[in-house]
């Protein structure tokens, strides 16, 4: 096999519980060049495929940037927020949907002879790898779900968390009283009805190793 290949995948889930971070170390554990497209971002399927060649604006998307630059031809292409992503029109008025412009990416038949709106040639897709997230399964296509392998991730336990800022701390030589007052913060009450997530928890991280090189003020 020229590559690993598996079918596109959904992660559907909380805010910050890693989806996007879980994407990248995929990517690097398989040596694969990744690609990150925000669905909600700059209209998004110019971003994913590019636009005809022809007019002043025109461009190839970032997948064939990234597969062109890297000289790969199976990247791993992250879209984030797909549930989220809203139809642009062209200024002819004509419709784009990120659904659309996916669809025959996703499908491994018409991956292999896709033609780039840019360059006009044919170009084998089909061993590009696809992660996606949402936050929700509610906005999700019914079209792009039926082709992908939709996984519901639960949101993370206090224990899974407070895991997470151990190791975390540990790994980031944390002195253990810096880290032994995060770690108290997950005993409280307050913190079990809080909605902490990883990027909570880091940003708690970040806060006591800046205060733990604060010199000490007697
Ligand atoms: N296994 C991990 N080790 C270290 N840091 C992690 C790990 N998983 C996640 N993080 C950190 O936690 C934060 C949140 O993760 P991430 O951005 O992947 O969440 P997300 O599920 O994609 O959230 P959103 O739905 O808002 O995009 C990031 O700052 C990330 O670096
Ligand atoms: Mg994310």
């Not at 005809?52 to 062109?68: C, D, E, N, Y």
């Not at 990416?105 to 084998?124: G, H, N, V, Y």
């Not at 928890?201 to 970040?206: G, P, T």
């Amino acid at each position: 096999m020229p590559g690993a290949r598996f079918a596109p995948l959904i992660l559907v889930g909380s805010p910050g519980i890693g989806k996007s971070y879980w994407a990248r170390r995929l990517a690097h554990h398989l040596s694969v060049p990744t690609t990150k497209i925000d669905a909600t971002g700059e209209p998004a399927t110019f971003a994913l495929v590019g636009s005809q060649r022809g007019w002043s604006s025109a461009h190839p998307g970032k997948v064939m940037k990234t597969i062109l630059q890297e000289r790969h031809g199976g990247p791993l292409v992250i879209l984030d927020e797909v549930e989220k992503a809203r139809e642009t029109y062209s200024t002819r008025g004509s419709r784009h949907t990120l659904t659309d412009a996916l669809l025959p990416l996703l499908e491994r038949m018409t991956a292999a002879s896709w033609e780039c709106p840019f360059f006009q040639i044919k170009f084998d897709m089909s061993w590009i790898n696809w992660v996606m997230t949402a936050n929700s399964r509610q906005g999700l296509p019914e079209p792009l779900q039926s082709r992908c392998i939709v996984l519901d991730l639960p949101d993370l336990t206090l224990e899974q968390l407070r895991g997470f800022a151990c190791s975390e701390g540990r790994r980031r030589g944390l002195p253990e009283p810096a880290l032994a007052a995060v770690l108290d913060i997950f005993e409280g009450d307050a913190v079990a009805n809080a909605r902490l997530s990883l990027r909570m928890v880091s940003r708690m991280l970040d806060r006591a190793e800046m205060l733990a090189q604060l010199p000490m003020l007697n």
